[in-house]
Structures are given as C-alpha cells and as structure tokens.
C-alpha cells in the first residue's frame, strides 16, 4: 500500500464533498484515503489563542495533533487503549510557544497578553501564578536540581491530569514562577457572563493603491489586530516547529515552480490544474506564512493577489461553500492577522461576486456561481443544495459583514439559519439536501458526515461569534446545538464489538437501516464537543471532565486516533465501516479497522 501509493505535503484542493471511496486496491483492501482540508479560521485565534497538543504513542512522533478553541481546554486521549498493545502510560505534552511564548516583544502590550494567556492556563490547568518583575526579586537559595533557567531558557510546568503528564513549555521574558501552590477546586463548567460581542474595528484607511510591492505591515491602529505579534523568528522556533517550516517550504517551492498562481499542484506530473480559478493554494496559505514568519514568501504571495486575483475574470463556476470556507475564509483569516487592508477588499470583490446565489424563490442559496456572469445554479440534474453547504457560510460572511458595516450579508446568510432551524427534524437531526425552490428538507441519509457536518459545528459557533448573546435569535443557535448532540446520542453513537470496542457515529439511512459507516470528517465532532463544554453548553454546574460531551469528546478522538494508527501510511481512510451485529446491505464495500 505505502509503496503503490504516495503522498504530497501539499493541500490538495479538489476533493469533493461527494467522494468517499479512492479507487480499491488490486487484491482488496482498505482504500487510501483522499486528502480534503478544512479551514481552521485564524479568526479564533483573536478571541483567546491557541494549545497545540502533541500526543504519543511508544516513541513515534507522528501523532502531532492541533487542537484549538476559543477556551483553551484541550483533549488528551486515555493513557492506556483497552485492547491495544501499546505501551502503557502515553503521555500528552502540552507545548506553548508559538501564538504568544515565543514572540519575545518588550513592550507592555505583548506582556499584557502573555499575561491573560498564561492566566487563562492557570484557571484551566492549576498552573503556579505568573510571576512578574517587580514579583520575583533576589530568589532564595535552592538545590542546583531546583534553580530555575536562565531568563529566556525554554521552562517546562509538569502538571498531572487524568493520568497523564501535560508538560507546558514557554519561553518566558522573567524569570520562571515560583512552585505552584496548593490546587484550586476542580474547575466547574459554568455558565459565565458572556464577553462583549466581536468589535467592528474603526475604519480602515482608504484602499488607495494596492501596488504588489507596497509595505504590508498592516494598519497599527485598527483595534484588535494582532498582526505583527503573530510572527515568530527563526530563532525562537523549537526544532520542532523548524522541521513544520522545512516542510511548507518545500511544498510550497514545488508550487511555485510548478503551479504558480493555478488552485492546484499535480506533484508527480508537475503540472496544474484549476478548480476555480482563484489561486487556491496560494490563498489558502497566506496565514500559515504569517504564522510561521516566512516573510519573503508571503510578500511574493501577496504581490500575485494586489495584480491577479480578480474574481470577476475568472471563465469558471465557483461553489459557494468552498470558495467562502477556502478563499473568503483565507482573505479574512490573513487580514486579521495583518491588518493589511487589500485582502480585507479582495474578500468584499469576491462576495459581491457570489451575492446572486441568494435570488431564490427560498432564500436558500444556489450552490454554485460564476463570477464573472453572475449565472447561478444548484448541482447539476437536482434542485437540490447540501444542508452542510448553506449553513457553513455564517462566520465568514458575518464577519465581514460586521468589520465594514454592511449589514447585507449578515441578513442573507442569517435567515437561511433561521429557515433551516424552523423546518421539522428528526431528533434535531438533518437530512443533507435542502430544495432551494421549497426550501425544506429531501428525504436522505441521517448523517454527520459529508454534506451535513458543519451543519451542528457552526450552530455552536455562530452563538461564539455573537459573543454569547443571550437576545433570542442568538441564543437558539446555542439551543438547537444542544439538542442536536442529544439527538446525535439518541441515534447515530454506537460502539464497535471488536477488540477495540470503538465508539464511533453511525448512519440512519433514508429507509430507515442502519450503517455502521463514520465519515473522517465526523472527526470535526470531539474538537466540536469539548469547546460545547467548556463555553457553556448544557449541563452546567458540573466539573469539565466530568461533562458528557467531555467524556464523549475523548472516546470519539481515540477512535478517530486509532483510525490513523490502522493504517499503513498513517493517514487515515475517508470512511470507515466497524464491526457490528447488525446486517449490511451487500452493495456496501466494508473496512473495518475494529
């Protein structure tokens, strides 16, 4: 499998939400999986920062799994997986040094985020305070096993939770705290008074010429930026966080040679392709070079989206779903990070340009348009858009929205939630199609994968986003979540009867059968659950590890875990079918890793 099958460390663009099943493997066998990204909204990251979590098994490395929420709680899976062979105590280690430890700036802002970050942990994890200056003084004598670092050293905080080890790492500008004092009580998910909802930020300056080798430093006044503290040098980087960039860089000199400008690279052929025309790959990794301080590259990026990204000239159809989660998403997700105001207009050309998906009898919009026509239609040979598709526009549109005062494309993409959530549901749960003449449910598979799974995600987020409004029409987002992972319980959580016993989300199809096939983009679900259950989500009063969807979260991220480990290339297949007592259907191909 791993010699007839290779990979590439580029995003791959063209997948689409149809396709499940690569082609079989010559003699049977499990079918590589096709690798389809999702946006991770930098937008999150100005409400709180990020965790990275990195988790092992035995000695491997390649286990690395990133999870950030608005709460900074993370998921560590069990120590010990019943019925596997692994070594016993695997360990999580908790690494903070690339959104905020890293950044070594000397000024009073950068230390008042530092601050509220590492207190934010503390409340979290029962950290030791943080000490300041004008705190630590002359210390007192210690053991040469217990003197502290020097100033600037990596300092690693051992904090035992469930079991585990989670190691945090930073790179302190005092010197490290001293040690910790008794534990506060458990932390208890509660509701807590709702932040002030996201700023629109002061007006821009005026777009003025965006000339491809202007400065983009970005606009030091616009409230809430974090654009220039978000770039960490080469020198502050771990040796881990150098061989990520080693990484990108070489991917990302294989498009330049091969694919400049074009949504795709073909690796092997070293050709191109274009899904839709708008430089996919090179939108998509404007903020990860922001991130990870490749200036020089992101200037050359930049230059290609001031003289050739022009939506309206594009001769090609674009989906609405992905053009907005790829392309919008990565305009706005760069802009906030660098306050540099053409991608903020690019983003605004491009949703004026899909605006008429909306001229529906409905309100429920087409799922593609051209451009440059403004010609709209739903999938070819239906009537029909994906569930997922029209309910996973919101954030990005909302945002926009928000930051130039155009209340517009709020409204549209609002009501198309509110139309969504006033059709009947079984156990709050979705169909994936949705007729865009009547604008109510087509009888389908119940499912949280392809087609219907960032339906339930963004319902949570779209509460998040309005700041945990508590007016109405906000708040039923929160409730419609909550009542969609009860349904979620009711109907589609079962567990496999192999070894593994894996807990895993099954399918209700449209006859009513049961599928015991789970989508890898259900994997979205534990992030999902758990930032539910930090952020208010029903139960409250009840302490964090002991929340239900907590405890769901953890055992859907084993199963998810194990997927990867079952395969060869350890990258996990796009669907996956487990071991069950109920009958299947002979037309339906199975791998079952447990």
Request: aromatic share 6%; charged share 20%.
């Amino acid at each position: 499998m791993a010699e007839k099958y290779q990979t590439s460390p580029l995003p791959i663009h063209h997948q689409s939400r149809t396709s499940g099943w690569d082609e079989q493997q010559p003699g049977g066998g499990c079918p590589m999986p096709r690798v389809r990204f999702r946006r991770v909204a930098a937008l999150l990251l100005l409400a709180g920062g990020a965790l990275v979590v990195s988790q092992y098994g035995g000695a491997a490395d390649e286990n690395a799994t990133a999870i950030p929420n608005l709460a900074g709680h993370v998921i560590d899976r069990e120590s010990t997986a019943k019925g596997t062979k692994r070594p016993e105590g695997l360990a999580a280690e908790l690494e903070l040094d690339n959104v905020l430890g890293s950044l070594h700036k000397d000024n009073d802002e950068f230390e008042q985020k530092r601050t509220a970050l590492y207190e934010k942990l503390q409340r979290s994890l029962d950290l030791p305070p943080l000490a300041s200056p004008a705190e630590t003084g002359t210390p007192a004598p210690a053991p040469p096993s217990a003197l502290p670092p020097p100033p600037g050293e990596p300092t690693d905080v051992q904090v035992p939770v469930r079991g585990s080890t989670l190691k945090l790492t930073s790179k302190p500008l005092v010197p490290p705290p001293p040690p910790p004092a008794p534990p506060p009580p458990p932390l208890v998910a509660t509701a807590v008074p709702p932040p002030p909802p996201l700023a629109t930020t002061p007006p821009p300056p005026p777009p003025g010429d965006h000339d491809a080798g202007a400065a983009f430093s970005g606009n030091p006044q616009r409230a809430g930026g974090v654009g220039s503290q978000l770039q960490p040098t080469e020198a502050s980087q771990t040796e881990r966080q150098k061989a990520v960039v080693a990484a990108f860089r070489h991917a990302w000199k294989g498009y330049k040679a091969s694919a400049w400008g074009r949504d795709e690279l073909h690796p092997v052929s070293k050709s191109a392709e274009d899904w839709f025309g708008l430089g996919l790959t090179l939108v998509d990794g404007l903020d990860t070079m922001w991130l990870m301080g490749m200036r020089e590259e992101f200037a050359e990026a930049r230059a290609w989206i001031a003289t050739d990204f022009h939506p309206a000239k594009t001769r090609k159809d674009v989906n609405l779903f992905e053009t907005t989660i790829r392309v919008v998403g990565g305009l706005l997700s760069t802009y906030a990070l660098s306050t540099d105001r053409l991608f903020l207009d690019k983003a605004v050309e491009l949703v004026r340009s899909m605006e008429p998906v909306f001229n529906t009898k409905s309100g429920i919009p087409y799922s593609d348009v051209n451009p440059s026509t403004g010609r709209v239609h739903p999938p070819q040979g239906s009537r029909d858009s994906s569930t997922s598709e029209v309910t996973s526009i919101q954030l990005e549109w909302k945002w926009l929205s928000q930051e130039i005062k155009e209340p517009k494309w709020a409204e549209l993409t609002q009501r198309v939630s509110e139309l969504v959530d006033a059709l009947p549901k079984q156990d709050s749960l979705v169909p994936f199609y949705i007729n865009v003449d009547t604008g109510r449910f087509s009888k389908t598979t119940l499912t949280l994968g392809a087609r219907a799974d960032s339906y339930y995600e963004y319902l949570l987020k779209q509460w998040l986003l309005s700041g945990k409004s508590s007016k109405p029409k906000e708040l039923r987002f929160l409730k419609a979540y909550e009542e969609a992972m009860q349904g979620v319980r009711r109907k589609l959580i079962k567990k496999s009867t192999g070894a593994l016993q894996l807990t895993y989300v099954g399918e209700i199809m449209s006859g009513g059968g049961w599928d015991p096939k789970m989508d890898h983009l259900v994997c979205f679900l534990p992030g999902t659950l758990a930032l539910g259950a930090s952020q208010g989500a029903a139960p409250v009063g009840v302490a964090l590890e002991q929340h239900p969807d907590m405890i769901l979260a953890k055992e859907l991220m084993r199963t998810c875990y194990e997927g990867y480990q079952a395969m060869a290339a350890k990258l996990a297949p796009e669907i996956w079918r487990f071991k069950t007592s109920v009958r299947l259907p002979a037309r339906l191909p199975t791998c079952t890793p447990a």
